[in-house]
C-alpha cells in the first residue's frame, strides 16, 4: 500500500527549530520526486519545497529560503525538512507529499501523507 | 508568480445535481492544471491532473476541461460525500506552483 507517514510536528516558540520526517512505504521512494506543502489554519494550500528524486536539486517558496532545508534519504526511503527560525507565520499543517513523475518533476501531487501540525507560539 | 483565481467560493447544491467550479489562470498555463479534493480534516486528494486525465480510482462523475487560463471541474451528478472543499493548483513553471485559494461544496 502506497503510504506517507509524516512525522515531528509540534509547539515551538519563535526562532527555535523543528525537524519534520516523512516516512514513504509501497512505492520506489528513490524514482520520484518529493514536495512538502503546508496549510495555515483555517486557509487554502501552500507548496514550500520540493526535492528531486536524487536529492540533487531543490527549491524552496520565497518565504522559507535560507531558513527550511529539504532532504532526503533514500536508503531509509525518508524525506526531511529542517525548519530554523520558524516564525508564528510558519504555523500550518505540513504535508509531504509524491510527484506524480516519475525520475521527472511533473509538479502533481498524486500522494498526500496524513500531516503533522506545526504550532509556532510564545 | 501565475496567481490562481476560483470562483465561487462556495456553493450549495443537492445530491444529483451538475455542478461546476472555474479556475482561472493569470497568464497562460497550457494544460497544467490539476484539481484536488479536500475533506474536513483529511489530506488533499488528487482527482484531476493535466486539466482533464481523471486520476486512477476517481469516480468517473468528475470530469476536467480547458485550457490556456481558463479551466472548469465538473461534478455530473453530486452524491453526498462530494461534500469538501476543492483546489486547483498549477504545475506550469518551475519550479514553483500555487494553487487556487479554494472552493468549499456543501450539500443541502
Known amino acids: 500500500q502506497v503510504q506517507l507517514v509524516e512525522s515531528g510536528g509540534g509547539v515551538v516558540q519563535p526562532g527555535t527549530s523543528l525537524r519534520l520526517s516523512c516516512a514513504a512505504t509501497?512505492?520506489?521512494?528513490?524514482?520520484?520526486?518529493m514536495h512538502w506543502v503546508r496549510q495555515a489554519p483555517g486557509k487554502g494550500l501552500e507548496w514550500v519545497a520540493v526535492i528531486s528524486y536524487d536529492g540533487s536539486n531543490k527549491h524552496y517558496v520565497d518565504s522559507v529560503k535560507g531558513r527550511f532545508t529539504m532532504s532526503r534519504d533514500n536508503s531509509k526511503n525518508t524525506l526531511y525538512l529542517q525548519m530554523n527560525s520558524l516564525r508564528t507565520d510558519d504555523t500550518a499543517v505540513y504535508y509531504c507529499?509524491?510527484?506524480?513523475?516519475?525520475?521527472?518533476?511533473?509538479?502533481?501531487?498524486?500522494?498526500w501523507g496524513q500531516g503533522t501540525m506545526v504550532t509556532v507560539s510564545s | 508568480d501565475i496567481q490562481m483565481t476560483q470562483s465561487p467560493s462556495s456553493l450549495s447544491a443537492s445530491v444529483g445535481d451538475r455542478v461546476t467550479i472555474t479556475c482561472r489562470a493569470s497568464?497562460?498555463?497550457?494544460?497544467?492544471l490539476n484539481w484536488y479534493q479536500q475533506r474536513p480534516g483529511k489530506a488533499p486528494k488528487l482527482l484531476i491532473y493535466s486539466a482533464s486525465t481523471l486520476q486512477s480510482g476517481v469516480p468517473s462523475r468528475f470530469s476536467g476541461s480547458g485550457s490556456g487560463t481558463d479551466f472548469t471541474l465538473t461534478i455530473s451528478s453530486l452524491q453526498r460525500e462530494d461534500s469538501a472543499t476543492y483546489f486547483c493548483q498549477h504545475s506550469y513553471t518551475t519550479p514553483r506552483v500555487t494553487f487556487g485559494q479554494g472552493t468549499k461544496l456543501e450539500i443541502k
Open positions: 507529499a509524491k510527484d506524480l513523475g516519475w525520475l521527472l518533476l511533473r509538479r502533481v501531487f498524486d500522494i
Open positions: 497568464e497562460s498555463i497550457s494544460n497544467y
Open positions: 509501497g512505492f520506489t521512494f528513490s524514482n520520484y520526486g
